[in-house]
């Protein structure tokens, strides 16, 4: 059974950083690809970020550019989320999320690829971020 599990939530203050990992297991990520998505109450859910599986290139939202990195460990079978500078704006809940072959999840549009979870193989339960002074 296909299984995502994300950690590495919590409360930072504003300017902080956060690290959050999607570790995998039921498949070997290697032949997937993995996005973040985030949701904040009330809020639409909102793709975050994409590694593919094929050449590790990371995509990312505007609202994230510069300051998250995406990076995978197919040896530790988990992918890790960097997020730097955090403002109150980052505060929500992160997912992860695979698409595996014969699909893909990290080409055009993949931003909306990941609000809808009817294109996506499997996802976890989310870890909360709350950027607060």
């Known amino acids: 059974q296909l299984q995502l599990v994300e950690s590495g939530g919590g409360l930072v203050q504003p300017g902080g950083s956060l690290r959050l990992s999607c570790a995998a297991s039921?498949?070997?990520?290697?032949?997937?690809?993995i996005g973040w998505f985030r949701q904040a109450p009330g809020k639409e859910r909102e793709g975050v970020s994409c590694i593919s599986s094929s050449d590790s290139r990371t995509y990312y939202a505007d609202s994230v550019k510069g300051r998250f990195t995406l990076s995978r460990d197919n040896a530790k079978n988990t992918v890790y989320l960097q997020m730097n500078s955090l403002t109150s704006e980052d505060t929500a809940v992160y997912y992860c999320?695979?698409?595996?072959?014969?699909?893909?999840?990290?080409?055009?549009?993949?931003?909306?690829?990941?609000?809808?979870?009817?294109?996506?193989?499997?996802w976890g339960q989310g870890t909360l971020v709350t950027v607060s002074s």
């Open positions: 039921g498949f070997t990520l290697d032949y997937y690809d």
């Open positions: 999320a695979g698409v595996g072959p014969p699909f893909r999840l990290c080409v055009s549009k993949w931003e909306k690829s990941l609000e809808k979870s009817d294109t996506l193989d499997a």
